[in-house]
């Protein structure tokens, strides 16, 4: 299967598309919250709508590889909202409604 | 029924075109035999005629060659023919001079015709001819061998039986028509009762009223096939009517339980004052479950729009196997996190004709179902294979497997396999996965046995079949 990499603090991650294309997603809307829904559609297009629950997987498994290893952790949950990838460190209380992508 | 700005109907038209037939074919008939009898009449005539003739010349033959015998002779003939015939009878020497004329020739001389005269013919001469001007008579004028006779007779008396015959008929005619107009009528009303019966019948019917069926007589005729035809379709309106009433009771059900508990939740916190962040959990708690309404929402919209089948813009040709591979890339940390293993066979590079989204979501419920109900530890298997012009589409899986009395209800709504309940989901995977296989002229099979596993498979007609109609 093709792979993609990215590179956090010189270290080489393998991506699968769909991983790639996600990060891309989450990076354009950096510091903007987004919802799982708007993840499903517009990561996996339609015919996922009804398994938005499933997102979190995807994000989990996402995590594992640029967060893990690494400080400061990026991705961040919001919970019940969605996520959004930020360098802030900040508690989650400060976050405030749904971004809207550009 | 019959107000005079409705439309004529079908009834009176029947009864009109009827009569008009009949009109034509009637005036045809009694035209005909008019003219047959108008020339029996006239050939009666003639012979009355040649018979007076040929008596007339044998006397002249036998007789003694006296005018006063021949006078005497021909006084007799006249007086003892039929008054109403207004018989006449000249006699001429062969040069043309008459010897002697009674009955309606006395007086109003009638011309011999020149042929008969020069005895250029043999056979009689007949013609018609008007005596005092009065009516026309029927002139016979033959030669003799010692003189010329001349026979008349009244054509007065044919005539009035032919006038009598045509009077009786134009008389006769409009009675006629009026009769059959009202029988033409009356006709067309007994045949057409069952389509008033219909016409009640349909008035009646509601969504709410489909129990209602159109008397059937059991003759099999024409009215009877149309309503045995409406009373299957009214059957049908019927069995989609109760699908649909079901559906909706049964998801107005499933609704109600997740949201009488976002209600209890939303109760509980508004008894007292919180903290904001005790407010953020709980709206946080009630948007995960909000979504997992949405989903269900979803599903059963998705489920509603299979059913009235592919919307031929959306209709493309979509690849088998990238197909499989995106969702199988979806459901790949799924399956992960269940500790299942996700593997695919190779599969034939065929092409489906249907809509990409729905068929996205096919293969992608059936994944979830068969990873849902494996345990950690087994393998769900993709398999695909041709078979004919169908390609054959194979969810294979280790799971906990679907006892026989199961395996039809799996396909119902809102079905959860036995004890697993806990299991979450709509309840309307499998549904809405055959109902999509159903709208691409598909098929879904499921083949388990309890503590082995389940395989689905999907049966899609390949390239550019449509679906059979509905």
């Known amino acids: 299967m093709q792979r993609h990499t990215v590179h956090r603090a010189g270290k080489a991650i393998e991506l699968t598309p769909k991983e790639f294309t996600l990060l891309e997603y989450l990076l354009r809307n950096a510091g903007h919250v987004v919802s799982r829904t708007m993840i499903t559609e517009k990561v996996w297009g339609y015919g996922f709508e009804t398994y938005s629950n499933l997102i979190d997987v995807h994000m989990n498994h996402l995590r594992r590889k640029i967060d893990r290893d690494f400080e400061p952790k990026l991705l961040h949950t919001v919970k019940g909202v969605g996520y959004v990838l930020d360098q802030r460190n900040a508690p989650r209380e400060e976050r405030e409604g749904i971004g809207r992508p550009a | 029924m019959a107000s005079a700005r409705a439309p004529l109907s079908i009834q009176t038209k029947w009864a009109v075109r009827y009569t008009a037939a009949l009109l034509v074919s009637i005036s045809i008939f009694a035209f005909y035999v008019y003219a047959r009898i108008d020339r029996n009449l006239e050939q009666d005539a003639r012979l009355v005629l040649e018979l007076q003739a040929q008596e007339l010349v044998q006397e002249l033959a036998d007789g003694t060659g006296s005018t006063e015998g021949l006078t005497e002779y021909v006084e007799r003939h006249?007086?003892?023919?039929?008054?109403?015939?207004?018989?006449?009878?000249?006699?001429?020497?062969?040069?043309?001079?008459?010897?002697?004329?009674?009955?309606?020739?006395?007086?109003?001389?009638?011309?011999?015709?020149?042929?008969?005269?020069?005895?250029?013919?043999?056979?009689?001469?007949?013609?018609?001819?008007?005596?005092?001007?009065?009516?026309?008579?029927?002139?016979?004028?033959?030669?003799?061998?010692?003189?010329?006779?001349?026979?008349?007779?009244?054509?007065?008396?044919?005539?009035?039986?032919?006038?009598?015959?045509?009077?009786?008929?134009?008389?006769?005619?409009?009675?006629?028509?009026?009769?059959?107009?009202?029988?033409?009528?009356?006709?067309?009303?007994?045949?057409?009762?069952?389509?008033?019966?219909?016409?009640?019948?349909?008035?009646?019917?509601?969504?709410?009223?489909?129990?209602?069926?159109?008397?059937?007589?059991?003759?099999?005729?024409?009215?009877?096939?149309?309503?045995?035809?409406?009373?299957?379709?009214?059957?049908?309106?019927?069995?989609?009517?109760?699908?649909?009433?079901?559906?909706?009771?049964?998801?107005?059900?499933?609704?109600?339980?997740?949201?009488?508990?976002?209600?209890?939740?939303?109760?509980?916190?508004?008894?007292?004052?919180?903290?904001?962040?005790?407010?953020?959990?709980?709206?946080?708690?009630?948007?995960?479950?909000?979504?997992?309404?949405?989903?269900a929402v979803h599903a059963m919209l998705r489920l509603a729009s299979s059913e009235a089948g592919i919307d031929p813009t959306r209709r493309a040709s979509v690849a088998l196997v990238p197909l499989l591979d995106e969702v199988m890339d979806f459901f790949e940390p799924v399956a992960d996190e269940h500790e299942v293993e996700l593997r695919r066979t190779s599969c034939p590079e065929v092409s489906i004709s249907g809509d990409p989204t729905w068929l996205h979501q096919l293969f992608a419920n059936l994944l979830h179902n068969a990873i849902k109900y494996t345990p950690a530890g087994g393998r769900v298997t993709i398999e695909?294979?041709?078979?004919?012009?169908?390609?054959?589409?194979?969810?294979?899986?280790?799971?906990?497997?679907?006892?026989?009395?199961?395996?039809?209800?799996?396909?119902?709504?809102?079905?959860?396999?036995?004890?697993?309940?806990?299991?979450?989901?709509?309840?309307?995977?499998?549904?809405?996965?055959?109902?999509?296989?159903?709208?691409?002229?598909?098929?879904?099979?499921?083949?388990?046995?309890?503590?082995?596993?389940?395989?689905?498979?999907?049966?899609?007609?390949?390239?550019?079949?449509?679906?059979?109609?509905?």
């Open chain 2, 384 to 470: 695909a294979a041709l078979h004919g012009g169908r390609i054959a589409v194979r969810v294979r899986d280790t799971g906990v497997g679907i006892p026989k009395s199961e395996q039809e209800r799996v396909f119902a709504r809102f079905h959860r396999t036995g004890a697993r309940q806990e299991v979450p989901g709509s309840g309307l995977g499998l549904p809405i996965a055959r109902e999509i296989a159903r709208a691409h002229g598909g098929s879904i099979e499921l083949e388990s046995t309890p503590g082995v596993g389940s395989t689905f498979t999907v049966w899609l007609p390949l390239g550019d079949h449509g679906p059979p109609a509905p």
């Open chain 2, 78 to 295: 006249v007086a003892s023919a039929e008054p109403g015939v207004m018989l006449g009878i000249a006699v001429y020497d062969l040069a043309g001079n008459l010897l002697v004329a009674r009955g309606s020739l006395q007086g109003h001389g009638v011309d011999v015709p020149r042929e008969v005269l020069r005895g250029g013919r043999n056979t009689p001469a007949v013609y018609k001819a008007e005596l005092g001007g009065r009516a026309s008579y029927l002139v016979l004028a033959t030669r003799a061998p010692n003189g010329i006779v001349q026979v008349a007779v009244s054509q007065h008396r044919f005539e009035e039986r032919a006038r009598h015959l045509a009077w009786v008929m134009v008389l006769a005619l409009p009675l006629l028509l009026l009769l059959t107009l009202g029988t033409g009528w009356l006709l067309a009303r007994g045949s057409l009762r069952p389509i008033a019966q219909i016409t009640a019948t349909a008035r009646r019917i509601t969504g709410a009223n489909l129990d209602e069926r159109i008397p059937t007589t059991g003759s099999g005729d024409e009215l009877d096939q149309l309503a045995a035809t409406l009373n299957d379709m009214i059957a049908r309106l019927r069995e989609s009517m109760e699908r649909m009433r079901q559906f909706s009771a049964d998801a107005a059900h499933e609704l109600r339980t997740p949201l009488a508990a976002l209600r209890s939740q939303i109760e509980v916190t508004l008894e007292k004052e919180r903290t904001p962040s005790e407010y953020r959990g709980v709206l946080s708690g009630l948007l995960e479950e909000v979504e997992t309404l949405g989903d």
